[in-house]
């Protein structure tokens, strides 16, 4: 009888040692699995900015910020009236359609030149995010020239420190 015993505990030591292996084997698939999600994730961003870019350079517009987004409040906008927003794009990102604005997100690079030229608060909104990762939101003209007067004074200091240390 203690023979039958001590060949039930190994048996039972095996059977656990084998759920072991499996759960393990598991564990590592699933693992491999979000791997191969977050490669193919990072695989369609690179093919995305190279694409910009190409898109981008067929137009000769440089592009200064990492990401963005642009959006139109078409129950606000005057398009159909001035289209100002569509003539200040540097980048034919912004075109006219069909009794409104559309856009081409592929082809902005949020320059803030549409808010800027637009003649309605609100209307077109711009988030862009600098290489240094500041985050930058702006809808109106005034919000662009506050912008662009807090970069220049910050350029300009530091050309000062750099020179006068």
């Not at 759960?23 to 910009?52: F, G």
Request: glycine share 4%; proline share 2%.
């Amino acid at each position: 009888m203690i023979n039958i015993h001590s060949n039930n505990n190994h048996e039972k030591q095996e059977a656990w040692e084998e759920r072991t292996r499996m759960s393990k084997k598991t564990d590592n698939s699933s693992t491999n699995i979000y791997e191969l999600l977050l490669e193919a994730s990072e695989k369609k961003k690179k093919e995305k900015r190279e694409k910009r870019a190409e898109l981008l350079k067929s137009v000769g517009v440089k592009e200064y910020f990492e990401e963005g987004s642009i959006k139109i409040d078409m129950r606000t906008c005057k398009g159909r009236e001035c289209n100002l927003c569509v003539e200040a794009c540097p980048s034919n990102a912004l075109y006219w359609k069909a009794g409104e604005i559309g856009i081409v997100e592929d082809l902005c690079v949020y320059c803030a030149a549409c808010v800027f030229n637009c003649v309605v608060d609100n209307c077109i909104e711009v988030i862009r995010k600098r290489p240094n990762g500041t985050v930058e939101k702006f809808s109106t003209p005034r919000d662009v020239l506050t912008l662009l007067s807090n970069t220049g004074s910050g350029k300009r200091s530091e050309r000062v420190k750099t020179r006068f240390p």
